[in-house]
């Protein structure tokens, strides 16, 4: 990976950022179904499968939005959410808050950091008082000028899915972190569509990210294609986050677009093959590479040669293997005189060499 640089920062014990191994993120959000157990076994599974954290989201049905079934309320996009009201939708897939301090202290036994993602001033305020480490922002909260300042004030590092977000947006939101005490900031390319297709995930944005404003980059992946987060994390994503759920046929709000367990492995093992693809820059042979260096061209003799006779074009040639001389040195060979006799297919070298 690239050379570390002073934008890289730490969530519980972890650093994230450049130079480090990819900072898996497993979201549970909604996959709970409002079963305390089944939330439980999410967050230890998720540790199982290689998770590097665990996130949760923090809000009630009553802090997003009010029970109405006007149309206004109502969900007309999405297959996943179509046909409700918001707070059905929210009563249906928020995580109790009595849950929360709970589900971190398992992910902390397996010495893995959970934080969550906050959607009021109300829940900064909780998570503050459960000793989070870190906070994201989630793409539909990056207009929430209030709950940013609210946010930065924790001076805890803030991840950002920059998901619908236009380029001005985006802008406000990170200088409002920068203006409000945030020390370290992360923006995650995010395709806000559930599930999101591979042709709508424009992956170069991750690199632009990282030129336009200087922060560590990653890839909030709403997609089910095990391509995608490969790709990402080839064009310098440093995190990656995933929704997680133990079975996609059991439902659930977010199940539509989430990974069970055995393909989190999958994602977590390809993630960690792309790292030492990508390696860092090097130039010269490598371990195994050295190996076969002695295949390369070489000097040799290739005619019995008498002390004290001339190297030519005849006795002398530029052959495999590279045991002799560095074929750049046959100019300076040739005319040259044997300090001894020399047989032939024997490695030219500056000790037979008058």
Known sequence: MNQKNNLNFKIGKREVGEAQPVFVVAEISGNHNQNFKRAKELVKSACQCGADAVKLQTYTPDTLTIDSSKKWFRVKVNSAWKGKTLYELYKEAYTPWE???KLKKIA????IPLFSTPFDETSVDFLEKMGVPAYKIASFEIVDIELLKK????KKPVIISRGMSSLPELKLAVSTLRKYGTPSIAILHCVSSYPAKPEEMNLAT????????GVITGLSDHSL???V???AVALGASIIEKHFTLSRADGGSDAAFSLEPEEFKELVKSVRETEKVIGRVRYGAGKKESENIVFRRSLFVVKDIKKGEKFTHENIRC???GYGLQPRFLSKALGRKAKKDIKRDTPLNWSLIV
């Not at 946010?151 to 924790?154: D, E, L, R």
């Not at 991750?206 to 404003?213: A, E, G, L």
């Open 99 to 101: 849950w929360q301090p």
């Open 108 to 111: 902390n036994s397996y010495g």
């Open 151 to 154: 946010v930065a004030q924790t």
């Open 206 to 213: 991750i690199s632009d990210i990282k030129k336009r404003f």
């Open 225 to 227: 294609s095990p391509l």
């Open 229 to 231: 987060p490969v790709v």
């Open 319 to 321: 052959i495999r293997p």
